[in-house]
């Protein structure tokens, strides 16, 4: 299974690495012709920069150009990193990949592919939708607000409880219980364990054969799930510890063995400082780019004919038609029923 993930990994690895490629062409620049920057094959090799591969004796990849690709890869997989020590060959696989691009540049050059109408229509439908990107990245930079350092601190103490990632324990009360379908069996248990501690109300469960039905909950509180919600908002209201009967209905009666509560533990503020205020910076631009799309939108007077895109709705029969259809079951009736016959 792991080799077969690897192997995998190493498939889209050189993918992405055809795709840094072209990232280095020069999509603004030239329309006409083919959307090579340069010559297939031509590098020009600053001295003391080692070659990597050549086609036809010209350098093709050098040192230099392959480590900043490759460094644009693990950019952008930042999880690649780590799996370096497994993945000997990576680098041997990237440059491959580079080099096989080259083969394809040098190919579509030749054959005169990059002349014929529909590489030129592609060409500009290319180049069209990688500008639209890097407007849209570079929209987002300007669009950045920074965040105080006291504003991450308010924001931790007043919303730690709605970020799962924040905390350590959500707390609550240790709570195991058995339970019973008459109120009766259930209060005759009660007078048993009352005193008890938790390993006693344990044994005494066992000893009157009532292990089936002893439950541990763990630690309760108002997020438990896996248990009756009355049962569950009971434990959770009670504000001591006891052992105490709970009646969820007129059939379930549980037997419960309260501890004392345990309050929420989170993850200290400077753990998750520099995350909270990546989540915050990246929130206020979202703000700050709809606020300012709606500014733009003014300015340019923007208007979208709304109307044009909604469904229409379906177009009522004509009268005529309508009572057609509704006679249609009555006619059908009378044409199945058998003729009366008269003596």
Known sequence: MYIHNTQKKV???ASLALVLLLSGCDWF??????????KAGAK????????????GGKPVLTIKEFEERFEQLLAGQPQLRAMLQYMPDLKVDVAKSLVSQSVIDK??????????????????????????????????NACVKPVAENDVKKYYDEHKDEHPELLLSRGGVPASGVSFDKEADAKTFLAKITGKNAEEFKKIAEADKLGAKLRNFGLV??????MDNALRDKIVAVKKPVTEMIKVNDKTFWVVQIGAKEETK??????????????????????????????LKAKYDVKINEEILKPKPAEEPAKGEETKKAEEPKKQAEEAAPTAKTA
Do not use: C, W
């Open 11 to 13: 498939v889209q690895v």
């Open 29 to 38: 620049g030239k329309k006409e012709g083919a959307g090579l920057t340069d």
């Open 107 to 140: 190919f579509v050059e030749e054959s005169g592919l990059d002349k014929q109408t529909e590489y030129k229509n592609d060409l500009e439908q290319a180049r069209n939708q990688a500008q639209k990107i890097v407007n849209v990245k570079h929209f987002r």
């Open 221 to 226: 509180n108002a997020q438990s799930l896996g």
């Open 44 to 55: 020009e090799v600053v001295s003391g920069d080692v070659v990597i591969a050549t086609m």
């Open 266 to 295: 989170y993850r200290p503020f400077d753990e998750v400082k520099a995350g909270l205020e990546k989540f915050l910076a990246n929130r206020k631009m979202e703000e700050a780019m709809e606020q300012k799309l709606d500014e």
